[in-house]
């Protein structure tokens, strides 16, 4: 029954989806507000629909109804209910579902929250969400129904992917990159309405930037989640290993990233408009081709766990959004070339035009690196591989660049910048930066690229915190308060400079953290008997044996169970392990982590003999790693801060003189700010 109503419930969303896409252009089209209202009906009903078939897979799956065939590959009797019900996005029909139910979600969100605004706009921005839906519906329907039926219908399963169950962060992982990934259609969206109405000017990007800061939330806590599961589960000592699937979560990511900048350019001063609509419709591109590339089985990866008849329709969809894309752009381009050009070469709209330029190199250096050798395969026959090394050796320096501009750009004026502006902007950073430079030398660091990192970190804290200060000082002056309240007041007033220069910070903690772990980090391999010890930097591990027995919430999986105890700046004991699934061939390991704030002590079981007791171990010391999940965390509470809305009573005067303090902040920065605030 669950996978009829399933099934029933794709086919009338994708009617409903089709009936939307050709309901939104005709209103469009002939401004029809009826026919309008029809389509948003008809897009609210379609989540209704997705929700319904969603229900019904995990209600197939909590149920263990193996008569629907993804349900009886992906799951068993035993599998407890937690990895039961998110087994819905453990494979790729699933997947498609899951990500089906929030692209839905987002849309009718969006079409409500401006049902009576943006009245030119909102008909075609109806239409390329609807377009999007489509296309995922229409692949439900025929090459990728979730809900095939099989017989004779098996009596058990294997349950779900080995490496899914092994960890509760597949809970939490795979739906923030996919609330990610969904949402940045929404600004996809409204660049396709401001192309086709020609409405290229500031309203379509204030009235996406808290969208699109929504769903770059959600892609970066989704990217920090998974290389925290990676470092958790997979049990080599790493977080990032330049995966296929990591990389492909990186790309929009990135884009997105540069889009938020330039987009700032568009809105206030009215240029880079070409590099915005660019930015992100190659931002949505991304997260098609992403899929395209990890679920087709074109790649190898870790995350690959399907091969089927899909991988051509993504294709085909990839292909169809970039030229649709390109066609868009080509044609409005008269129109977005006007004032591209930045008025001055030392000006914060020049840092944001170098800051798109460096984005963008770094997006083409992961496509290619990514892409490489599928072309080589294609073109010669050979496989190739492109790993962490080359990765490393391009990546890192255009970073290192990024993290200068993140310094530069804040501490610029709009327009045009004088050597004394500079000189006075600069002194103190640059300096600072000397200082932390030249301590990381004296206190042992002789990574280049770390060494770098650190004095560029220094830098730009030194200009955040230089821009706060004199913020708060101006304020404090003007106002009459003291300057712990002013500052405080400063950054509540101003949630979009104040909100970014956080994310600035948590991006500063990340990239130490990063440098420091990848170049101080050491490691071991030994095999010992129960009672010796192996030592690695300050720690000592003494194995004490090992047991075997049923996992606790799955009697189907061994688990071989390693005891040690350690002494060092931890001390405690800890059990590294490995565990037989039925749903893997190979055993999986399941390291033993203790996080500290400057060190993790992480340890493998790679193998033992039952006969004997011998153990076979790789330990890792690996310093700051828990700052990194710190960093991100950082970061996106300041995108949540600058995005969250200021719903303090605003009279009508101040409202009134908002566009002139703005262009005065615009001009000079917080102290300006800070200054016209005072005034009023």
Known sequence: MTAVVGHASVVVGLALTVYALVAFVAAGLRRD??????????????????????????????GHDFSVEYVARNNATTTPPFFSVISLWAALEGSILFWTLLASGWAALVLYRYRHRHVALMPWVGAALAGGLVFFLAVMVWPGDPFVRITPVPSEGPGPNALLQNHPFMGLHPPLLYLGYTGLAIPFGFAVAALVTRRLGAEWLRTTRR????????????????????YEVLGWGGYWAWDPVENAALLPWLTATAF?????????????????????SATFVFTILGTFLTRSGVVASVHSFTQSAIGPWFLGGVLLALTASVALIIWRLPDLAVADRPAAAVSRESAFLLNNVLFVALTFAVLFGTLYPLLAEAISGVRVSVGAPWFNAVTVPIALALLFVMGVGPALPWGAASW?????????????AAVVGTAALLFGARDPAAIATLALAGFVAAVIADEWVRGARARAGGRGEAVPTAAWRLVARSRRRYGGYVVHLGVLVMAVAVAISSTAAHSTERTVRPGE??????????????????????????????????????????????????????????????????EDLYVTLLGHDPATGVASFAVFVN????????????AVAGAIFAAWPDRRPQPARERARRPSSLSVSDAEGPVAAATAESAR
């Open 260 to 280: 938020l900048h330039s987009s700032m350019v568009a809105e206030r001063r009215g240029g880079l408009r070409t590099w915005t609509v660019t930015l992100v």
């Open 33 to 62: 507000t009826g026919v309008l209202a029809s389509a948003r009906t008809a897009i609210y009903l379609t989540f209704a629909a997705a929700l319904l078939a969603c229900g019904a897979m995990v209600a197939a799956l909590l």
């Open 623 to 634: 310093p700051l790693v828990a700052w990194i999940w710190a960093g991100g965390g950082v």
């Open 533 to 598: 010890t192996i030592r690695i930097g300050d720690y000592t591990l003494t194995y004490r044996g090992v047991d075997r027995g049923p996992l606790a919430d799955d009697a189907r999986v061994a688990e071989t169970r390693a005891h040690l105890d350690y002494t060092g700046p931890q001390r405690g004991s800890l059990v590294a392990a490995v565990r037989e699934y039925p749903s893997s061939a190979t055993p999986i390991l399941t390291p033993a982590v203790r996080s500290g704030l400057g």
């Open 420 to 432: 004394e502006t500079v000189r006075r902007r600069f002194a103190l950073p640059l300096a600072v």
């Open 211 to 230: 969208w699109t800061l929504a769903a770059w939330i959600f892609l970066t806590a989704g990217i920090v989640a998974g290389a925290w599961w990676s």
